[in-house]
């Protein structure tokens, strides 16, 4: 069992920056594919970023290209998704999710994601 804690949401005008941080527990973190996905207000979640477990595989969606990275800090258990050129549109809850299988894959949908977060608000004001 893995839980995952996320953070670093908040209220952040146009064009500004966020760093949001989801903590794991477990011994194994470094074998876990971890993702980041994003639902608005009266929208399905959909698919942010990915990134396998060595931190050598990456993925975004093309809404997010150039403008987020994700990272990972496998010492401290940690994935990042840093958020630049933040827009309008950006404004959703973001979740951190993990995938238990597959330490080399960069997995883009939910169903193959094993572990979920609680969610963190991420509010862009235009």
């Known amino acids: 069992q893995v839980q995952l804690v996320e953070s670093g949401g908040g209220l952040v005008q146009a064009g500004g920056s966020l760093r949001l941080s989801c903590a794991a527990s477990g011994r194994t973190f470094s074998m876990y594919a971890m993702g980041w996905f994003r639902q608005a207000p009266g929208k399905e979640r959909i698919f942010v970023a990915t990134i396998d477990g060595s931190g050598g595989r990456t993925y975004y969606a093309d809404s997010v290209k150039g403008r987020f990275t994700i990272s990972r800090d496998n010492g401290k258990n940690t994935v990042y998704l840093q958020m630049n050129s933040l827009k309008a549109e950006d404004t959703a809850v973001y979740y951190c999710?993990?995938?238990?299988?597959?330490?080399?894959?960069?997995?883009?949908?939910?169903?193959?994601?094993?572990?979920w977060g609680q969610g963190t608000q991420v509010t862009v004001s235009s």
């Open positions: 999710a993990a995938r238990g299988q597959g330490v080399y894959t960069i997995p883009t949908l939910e169903r193959e994601y094993d572990y």
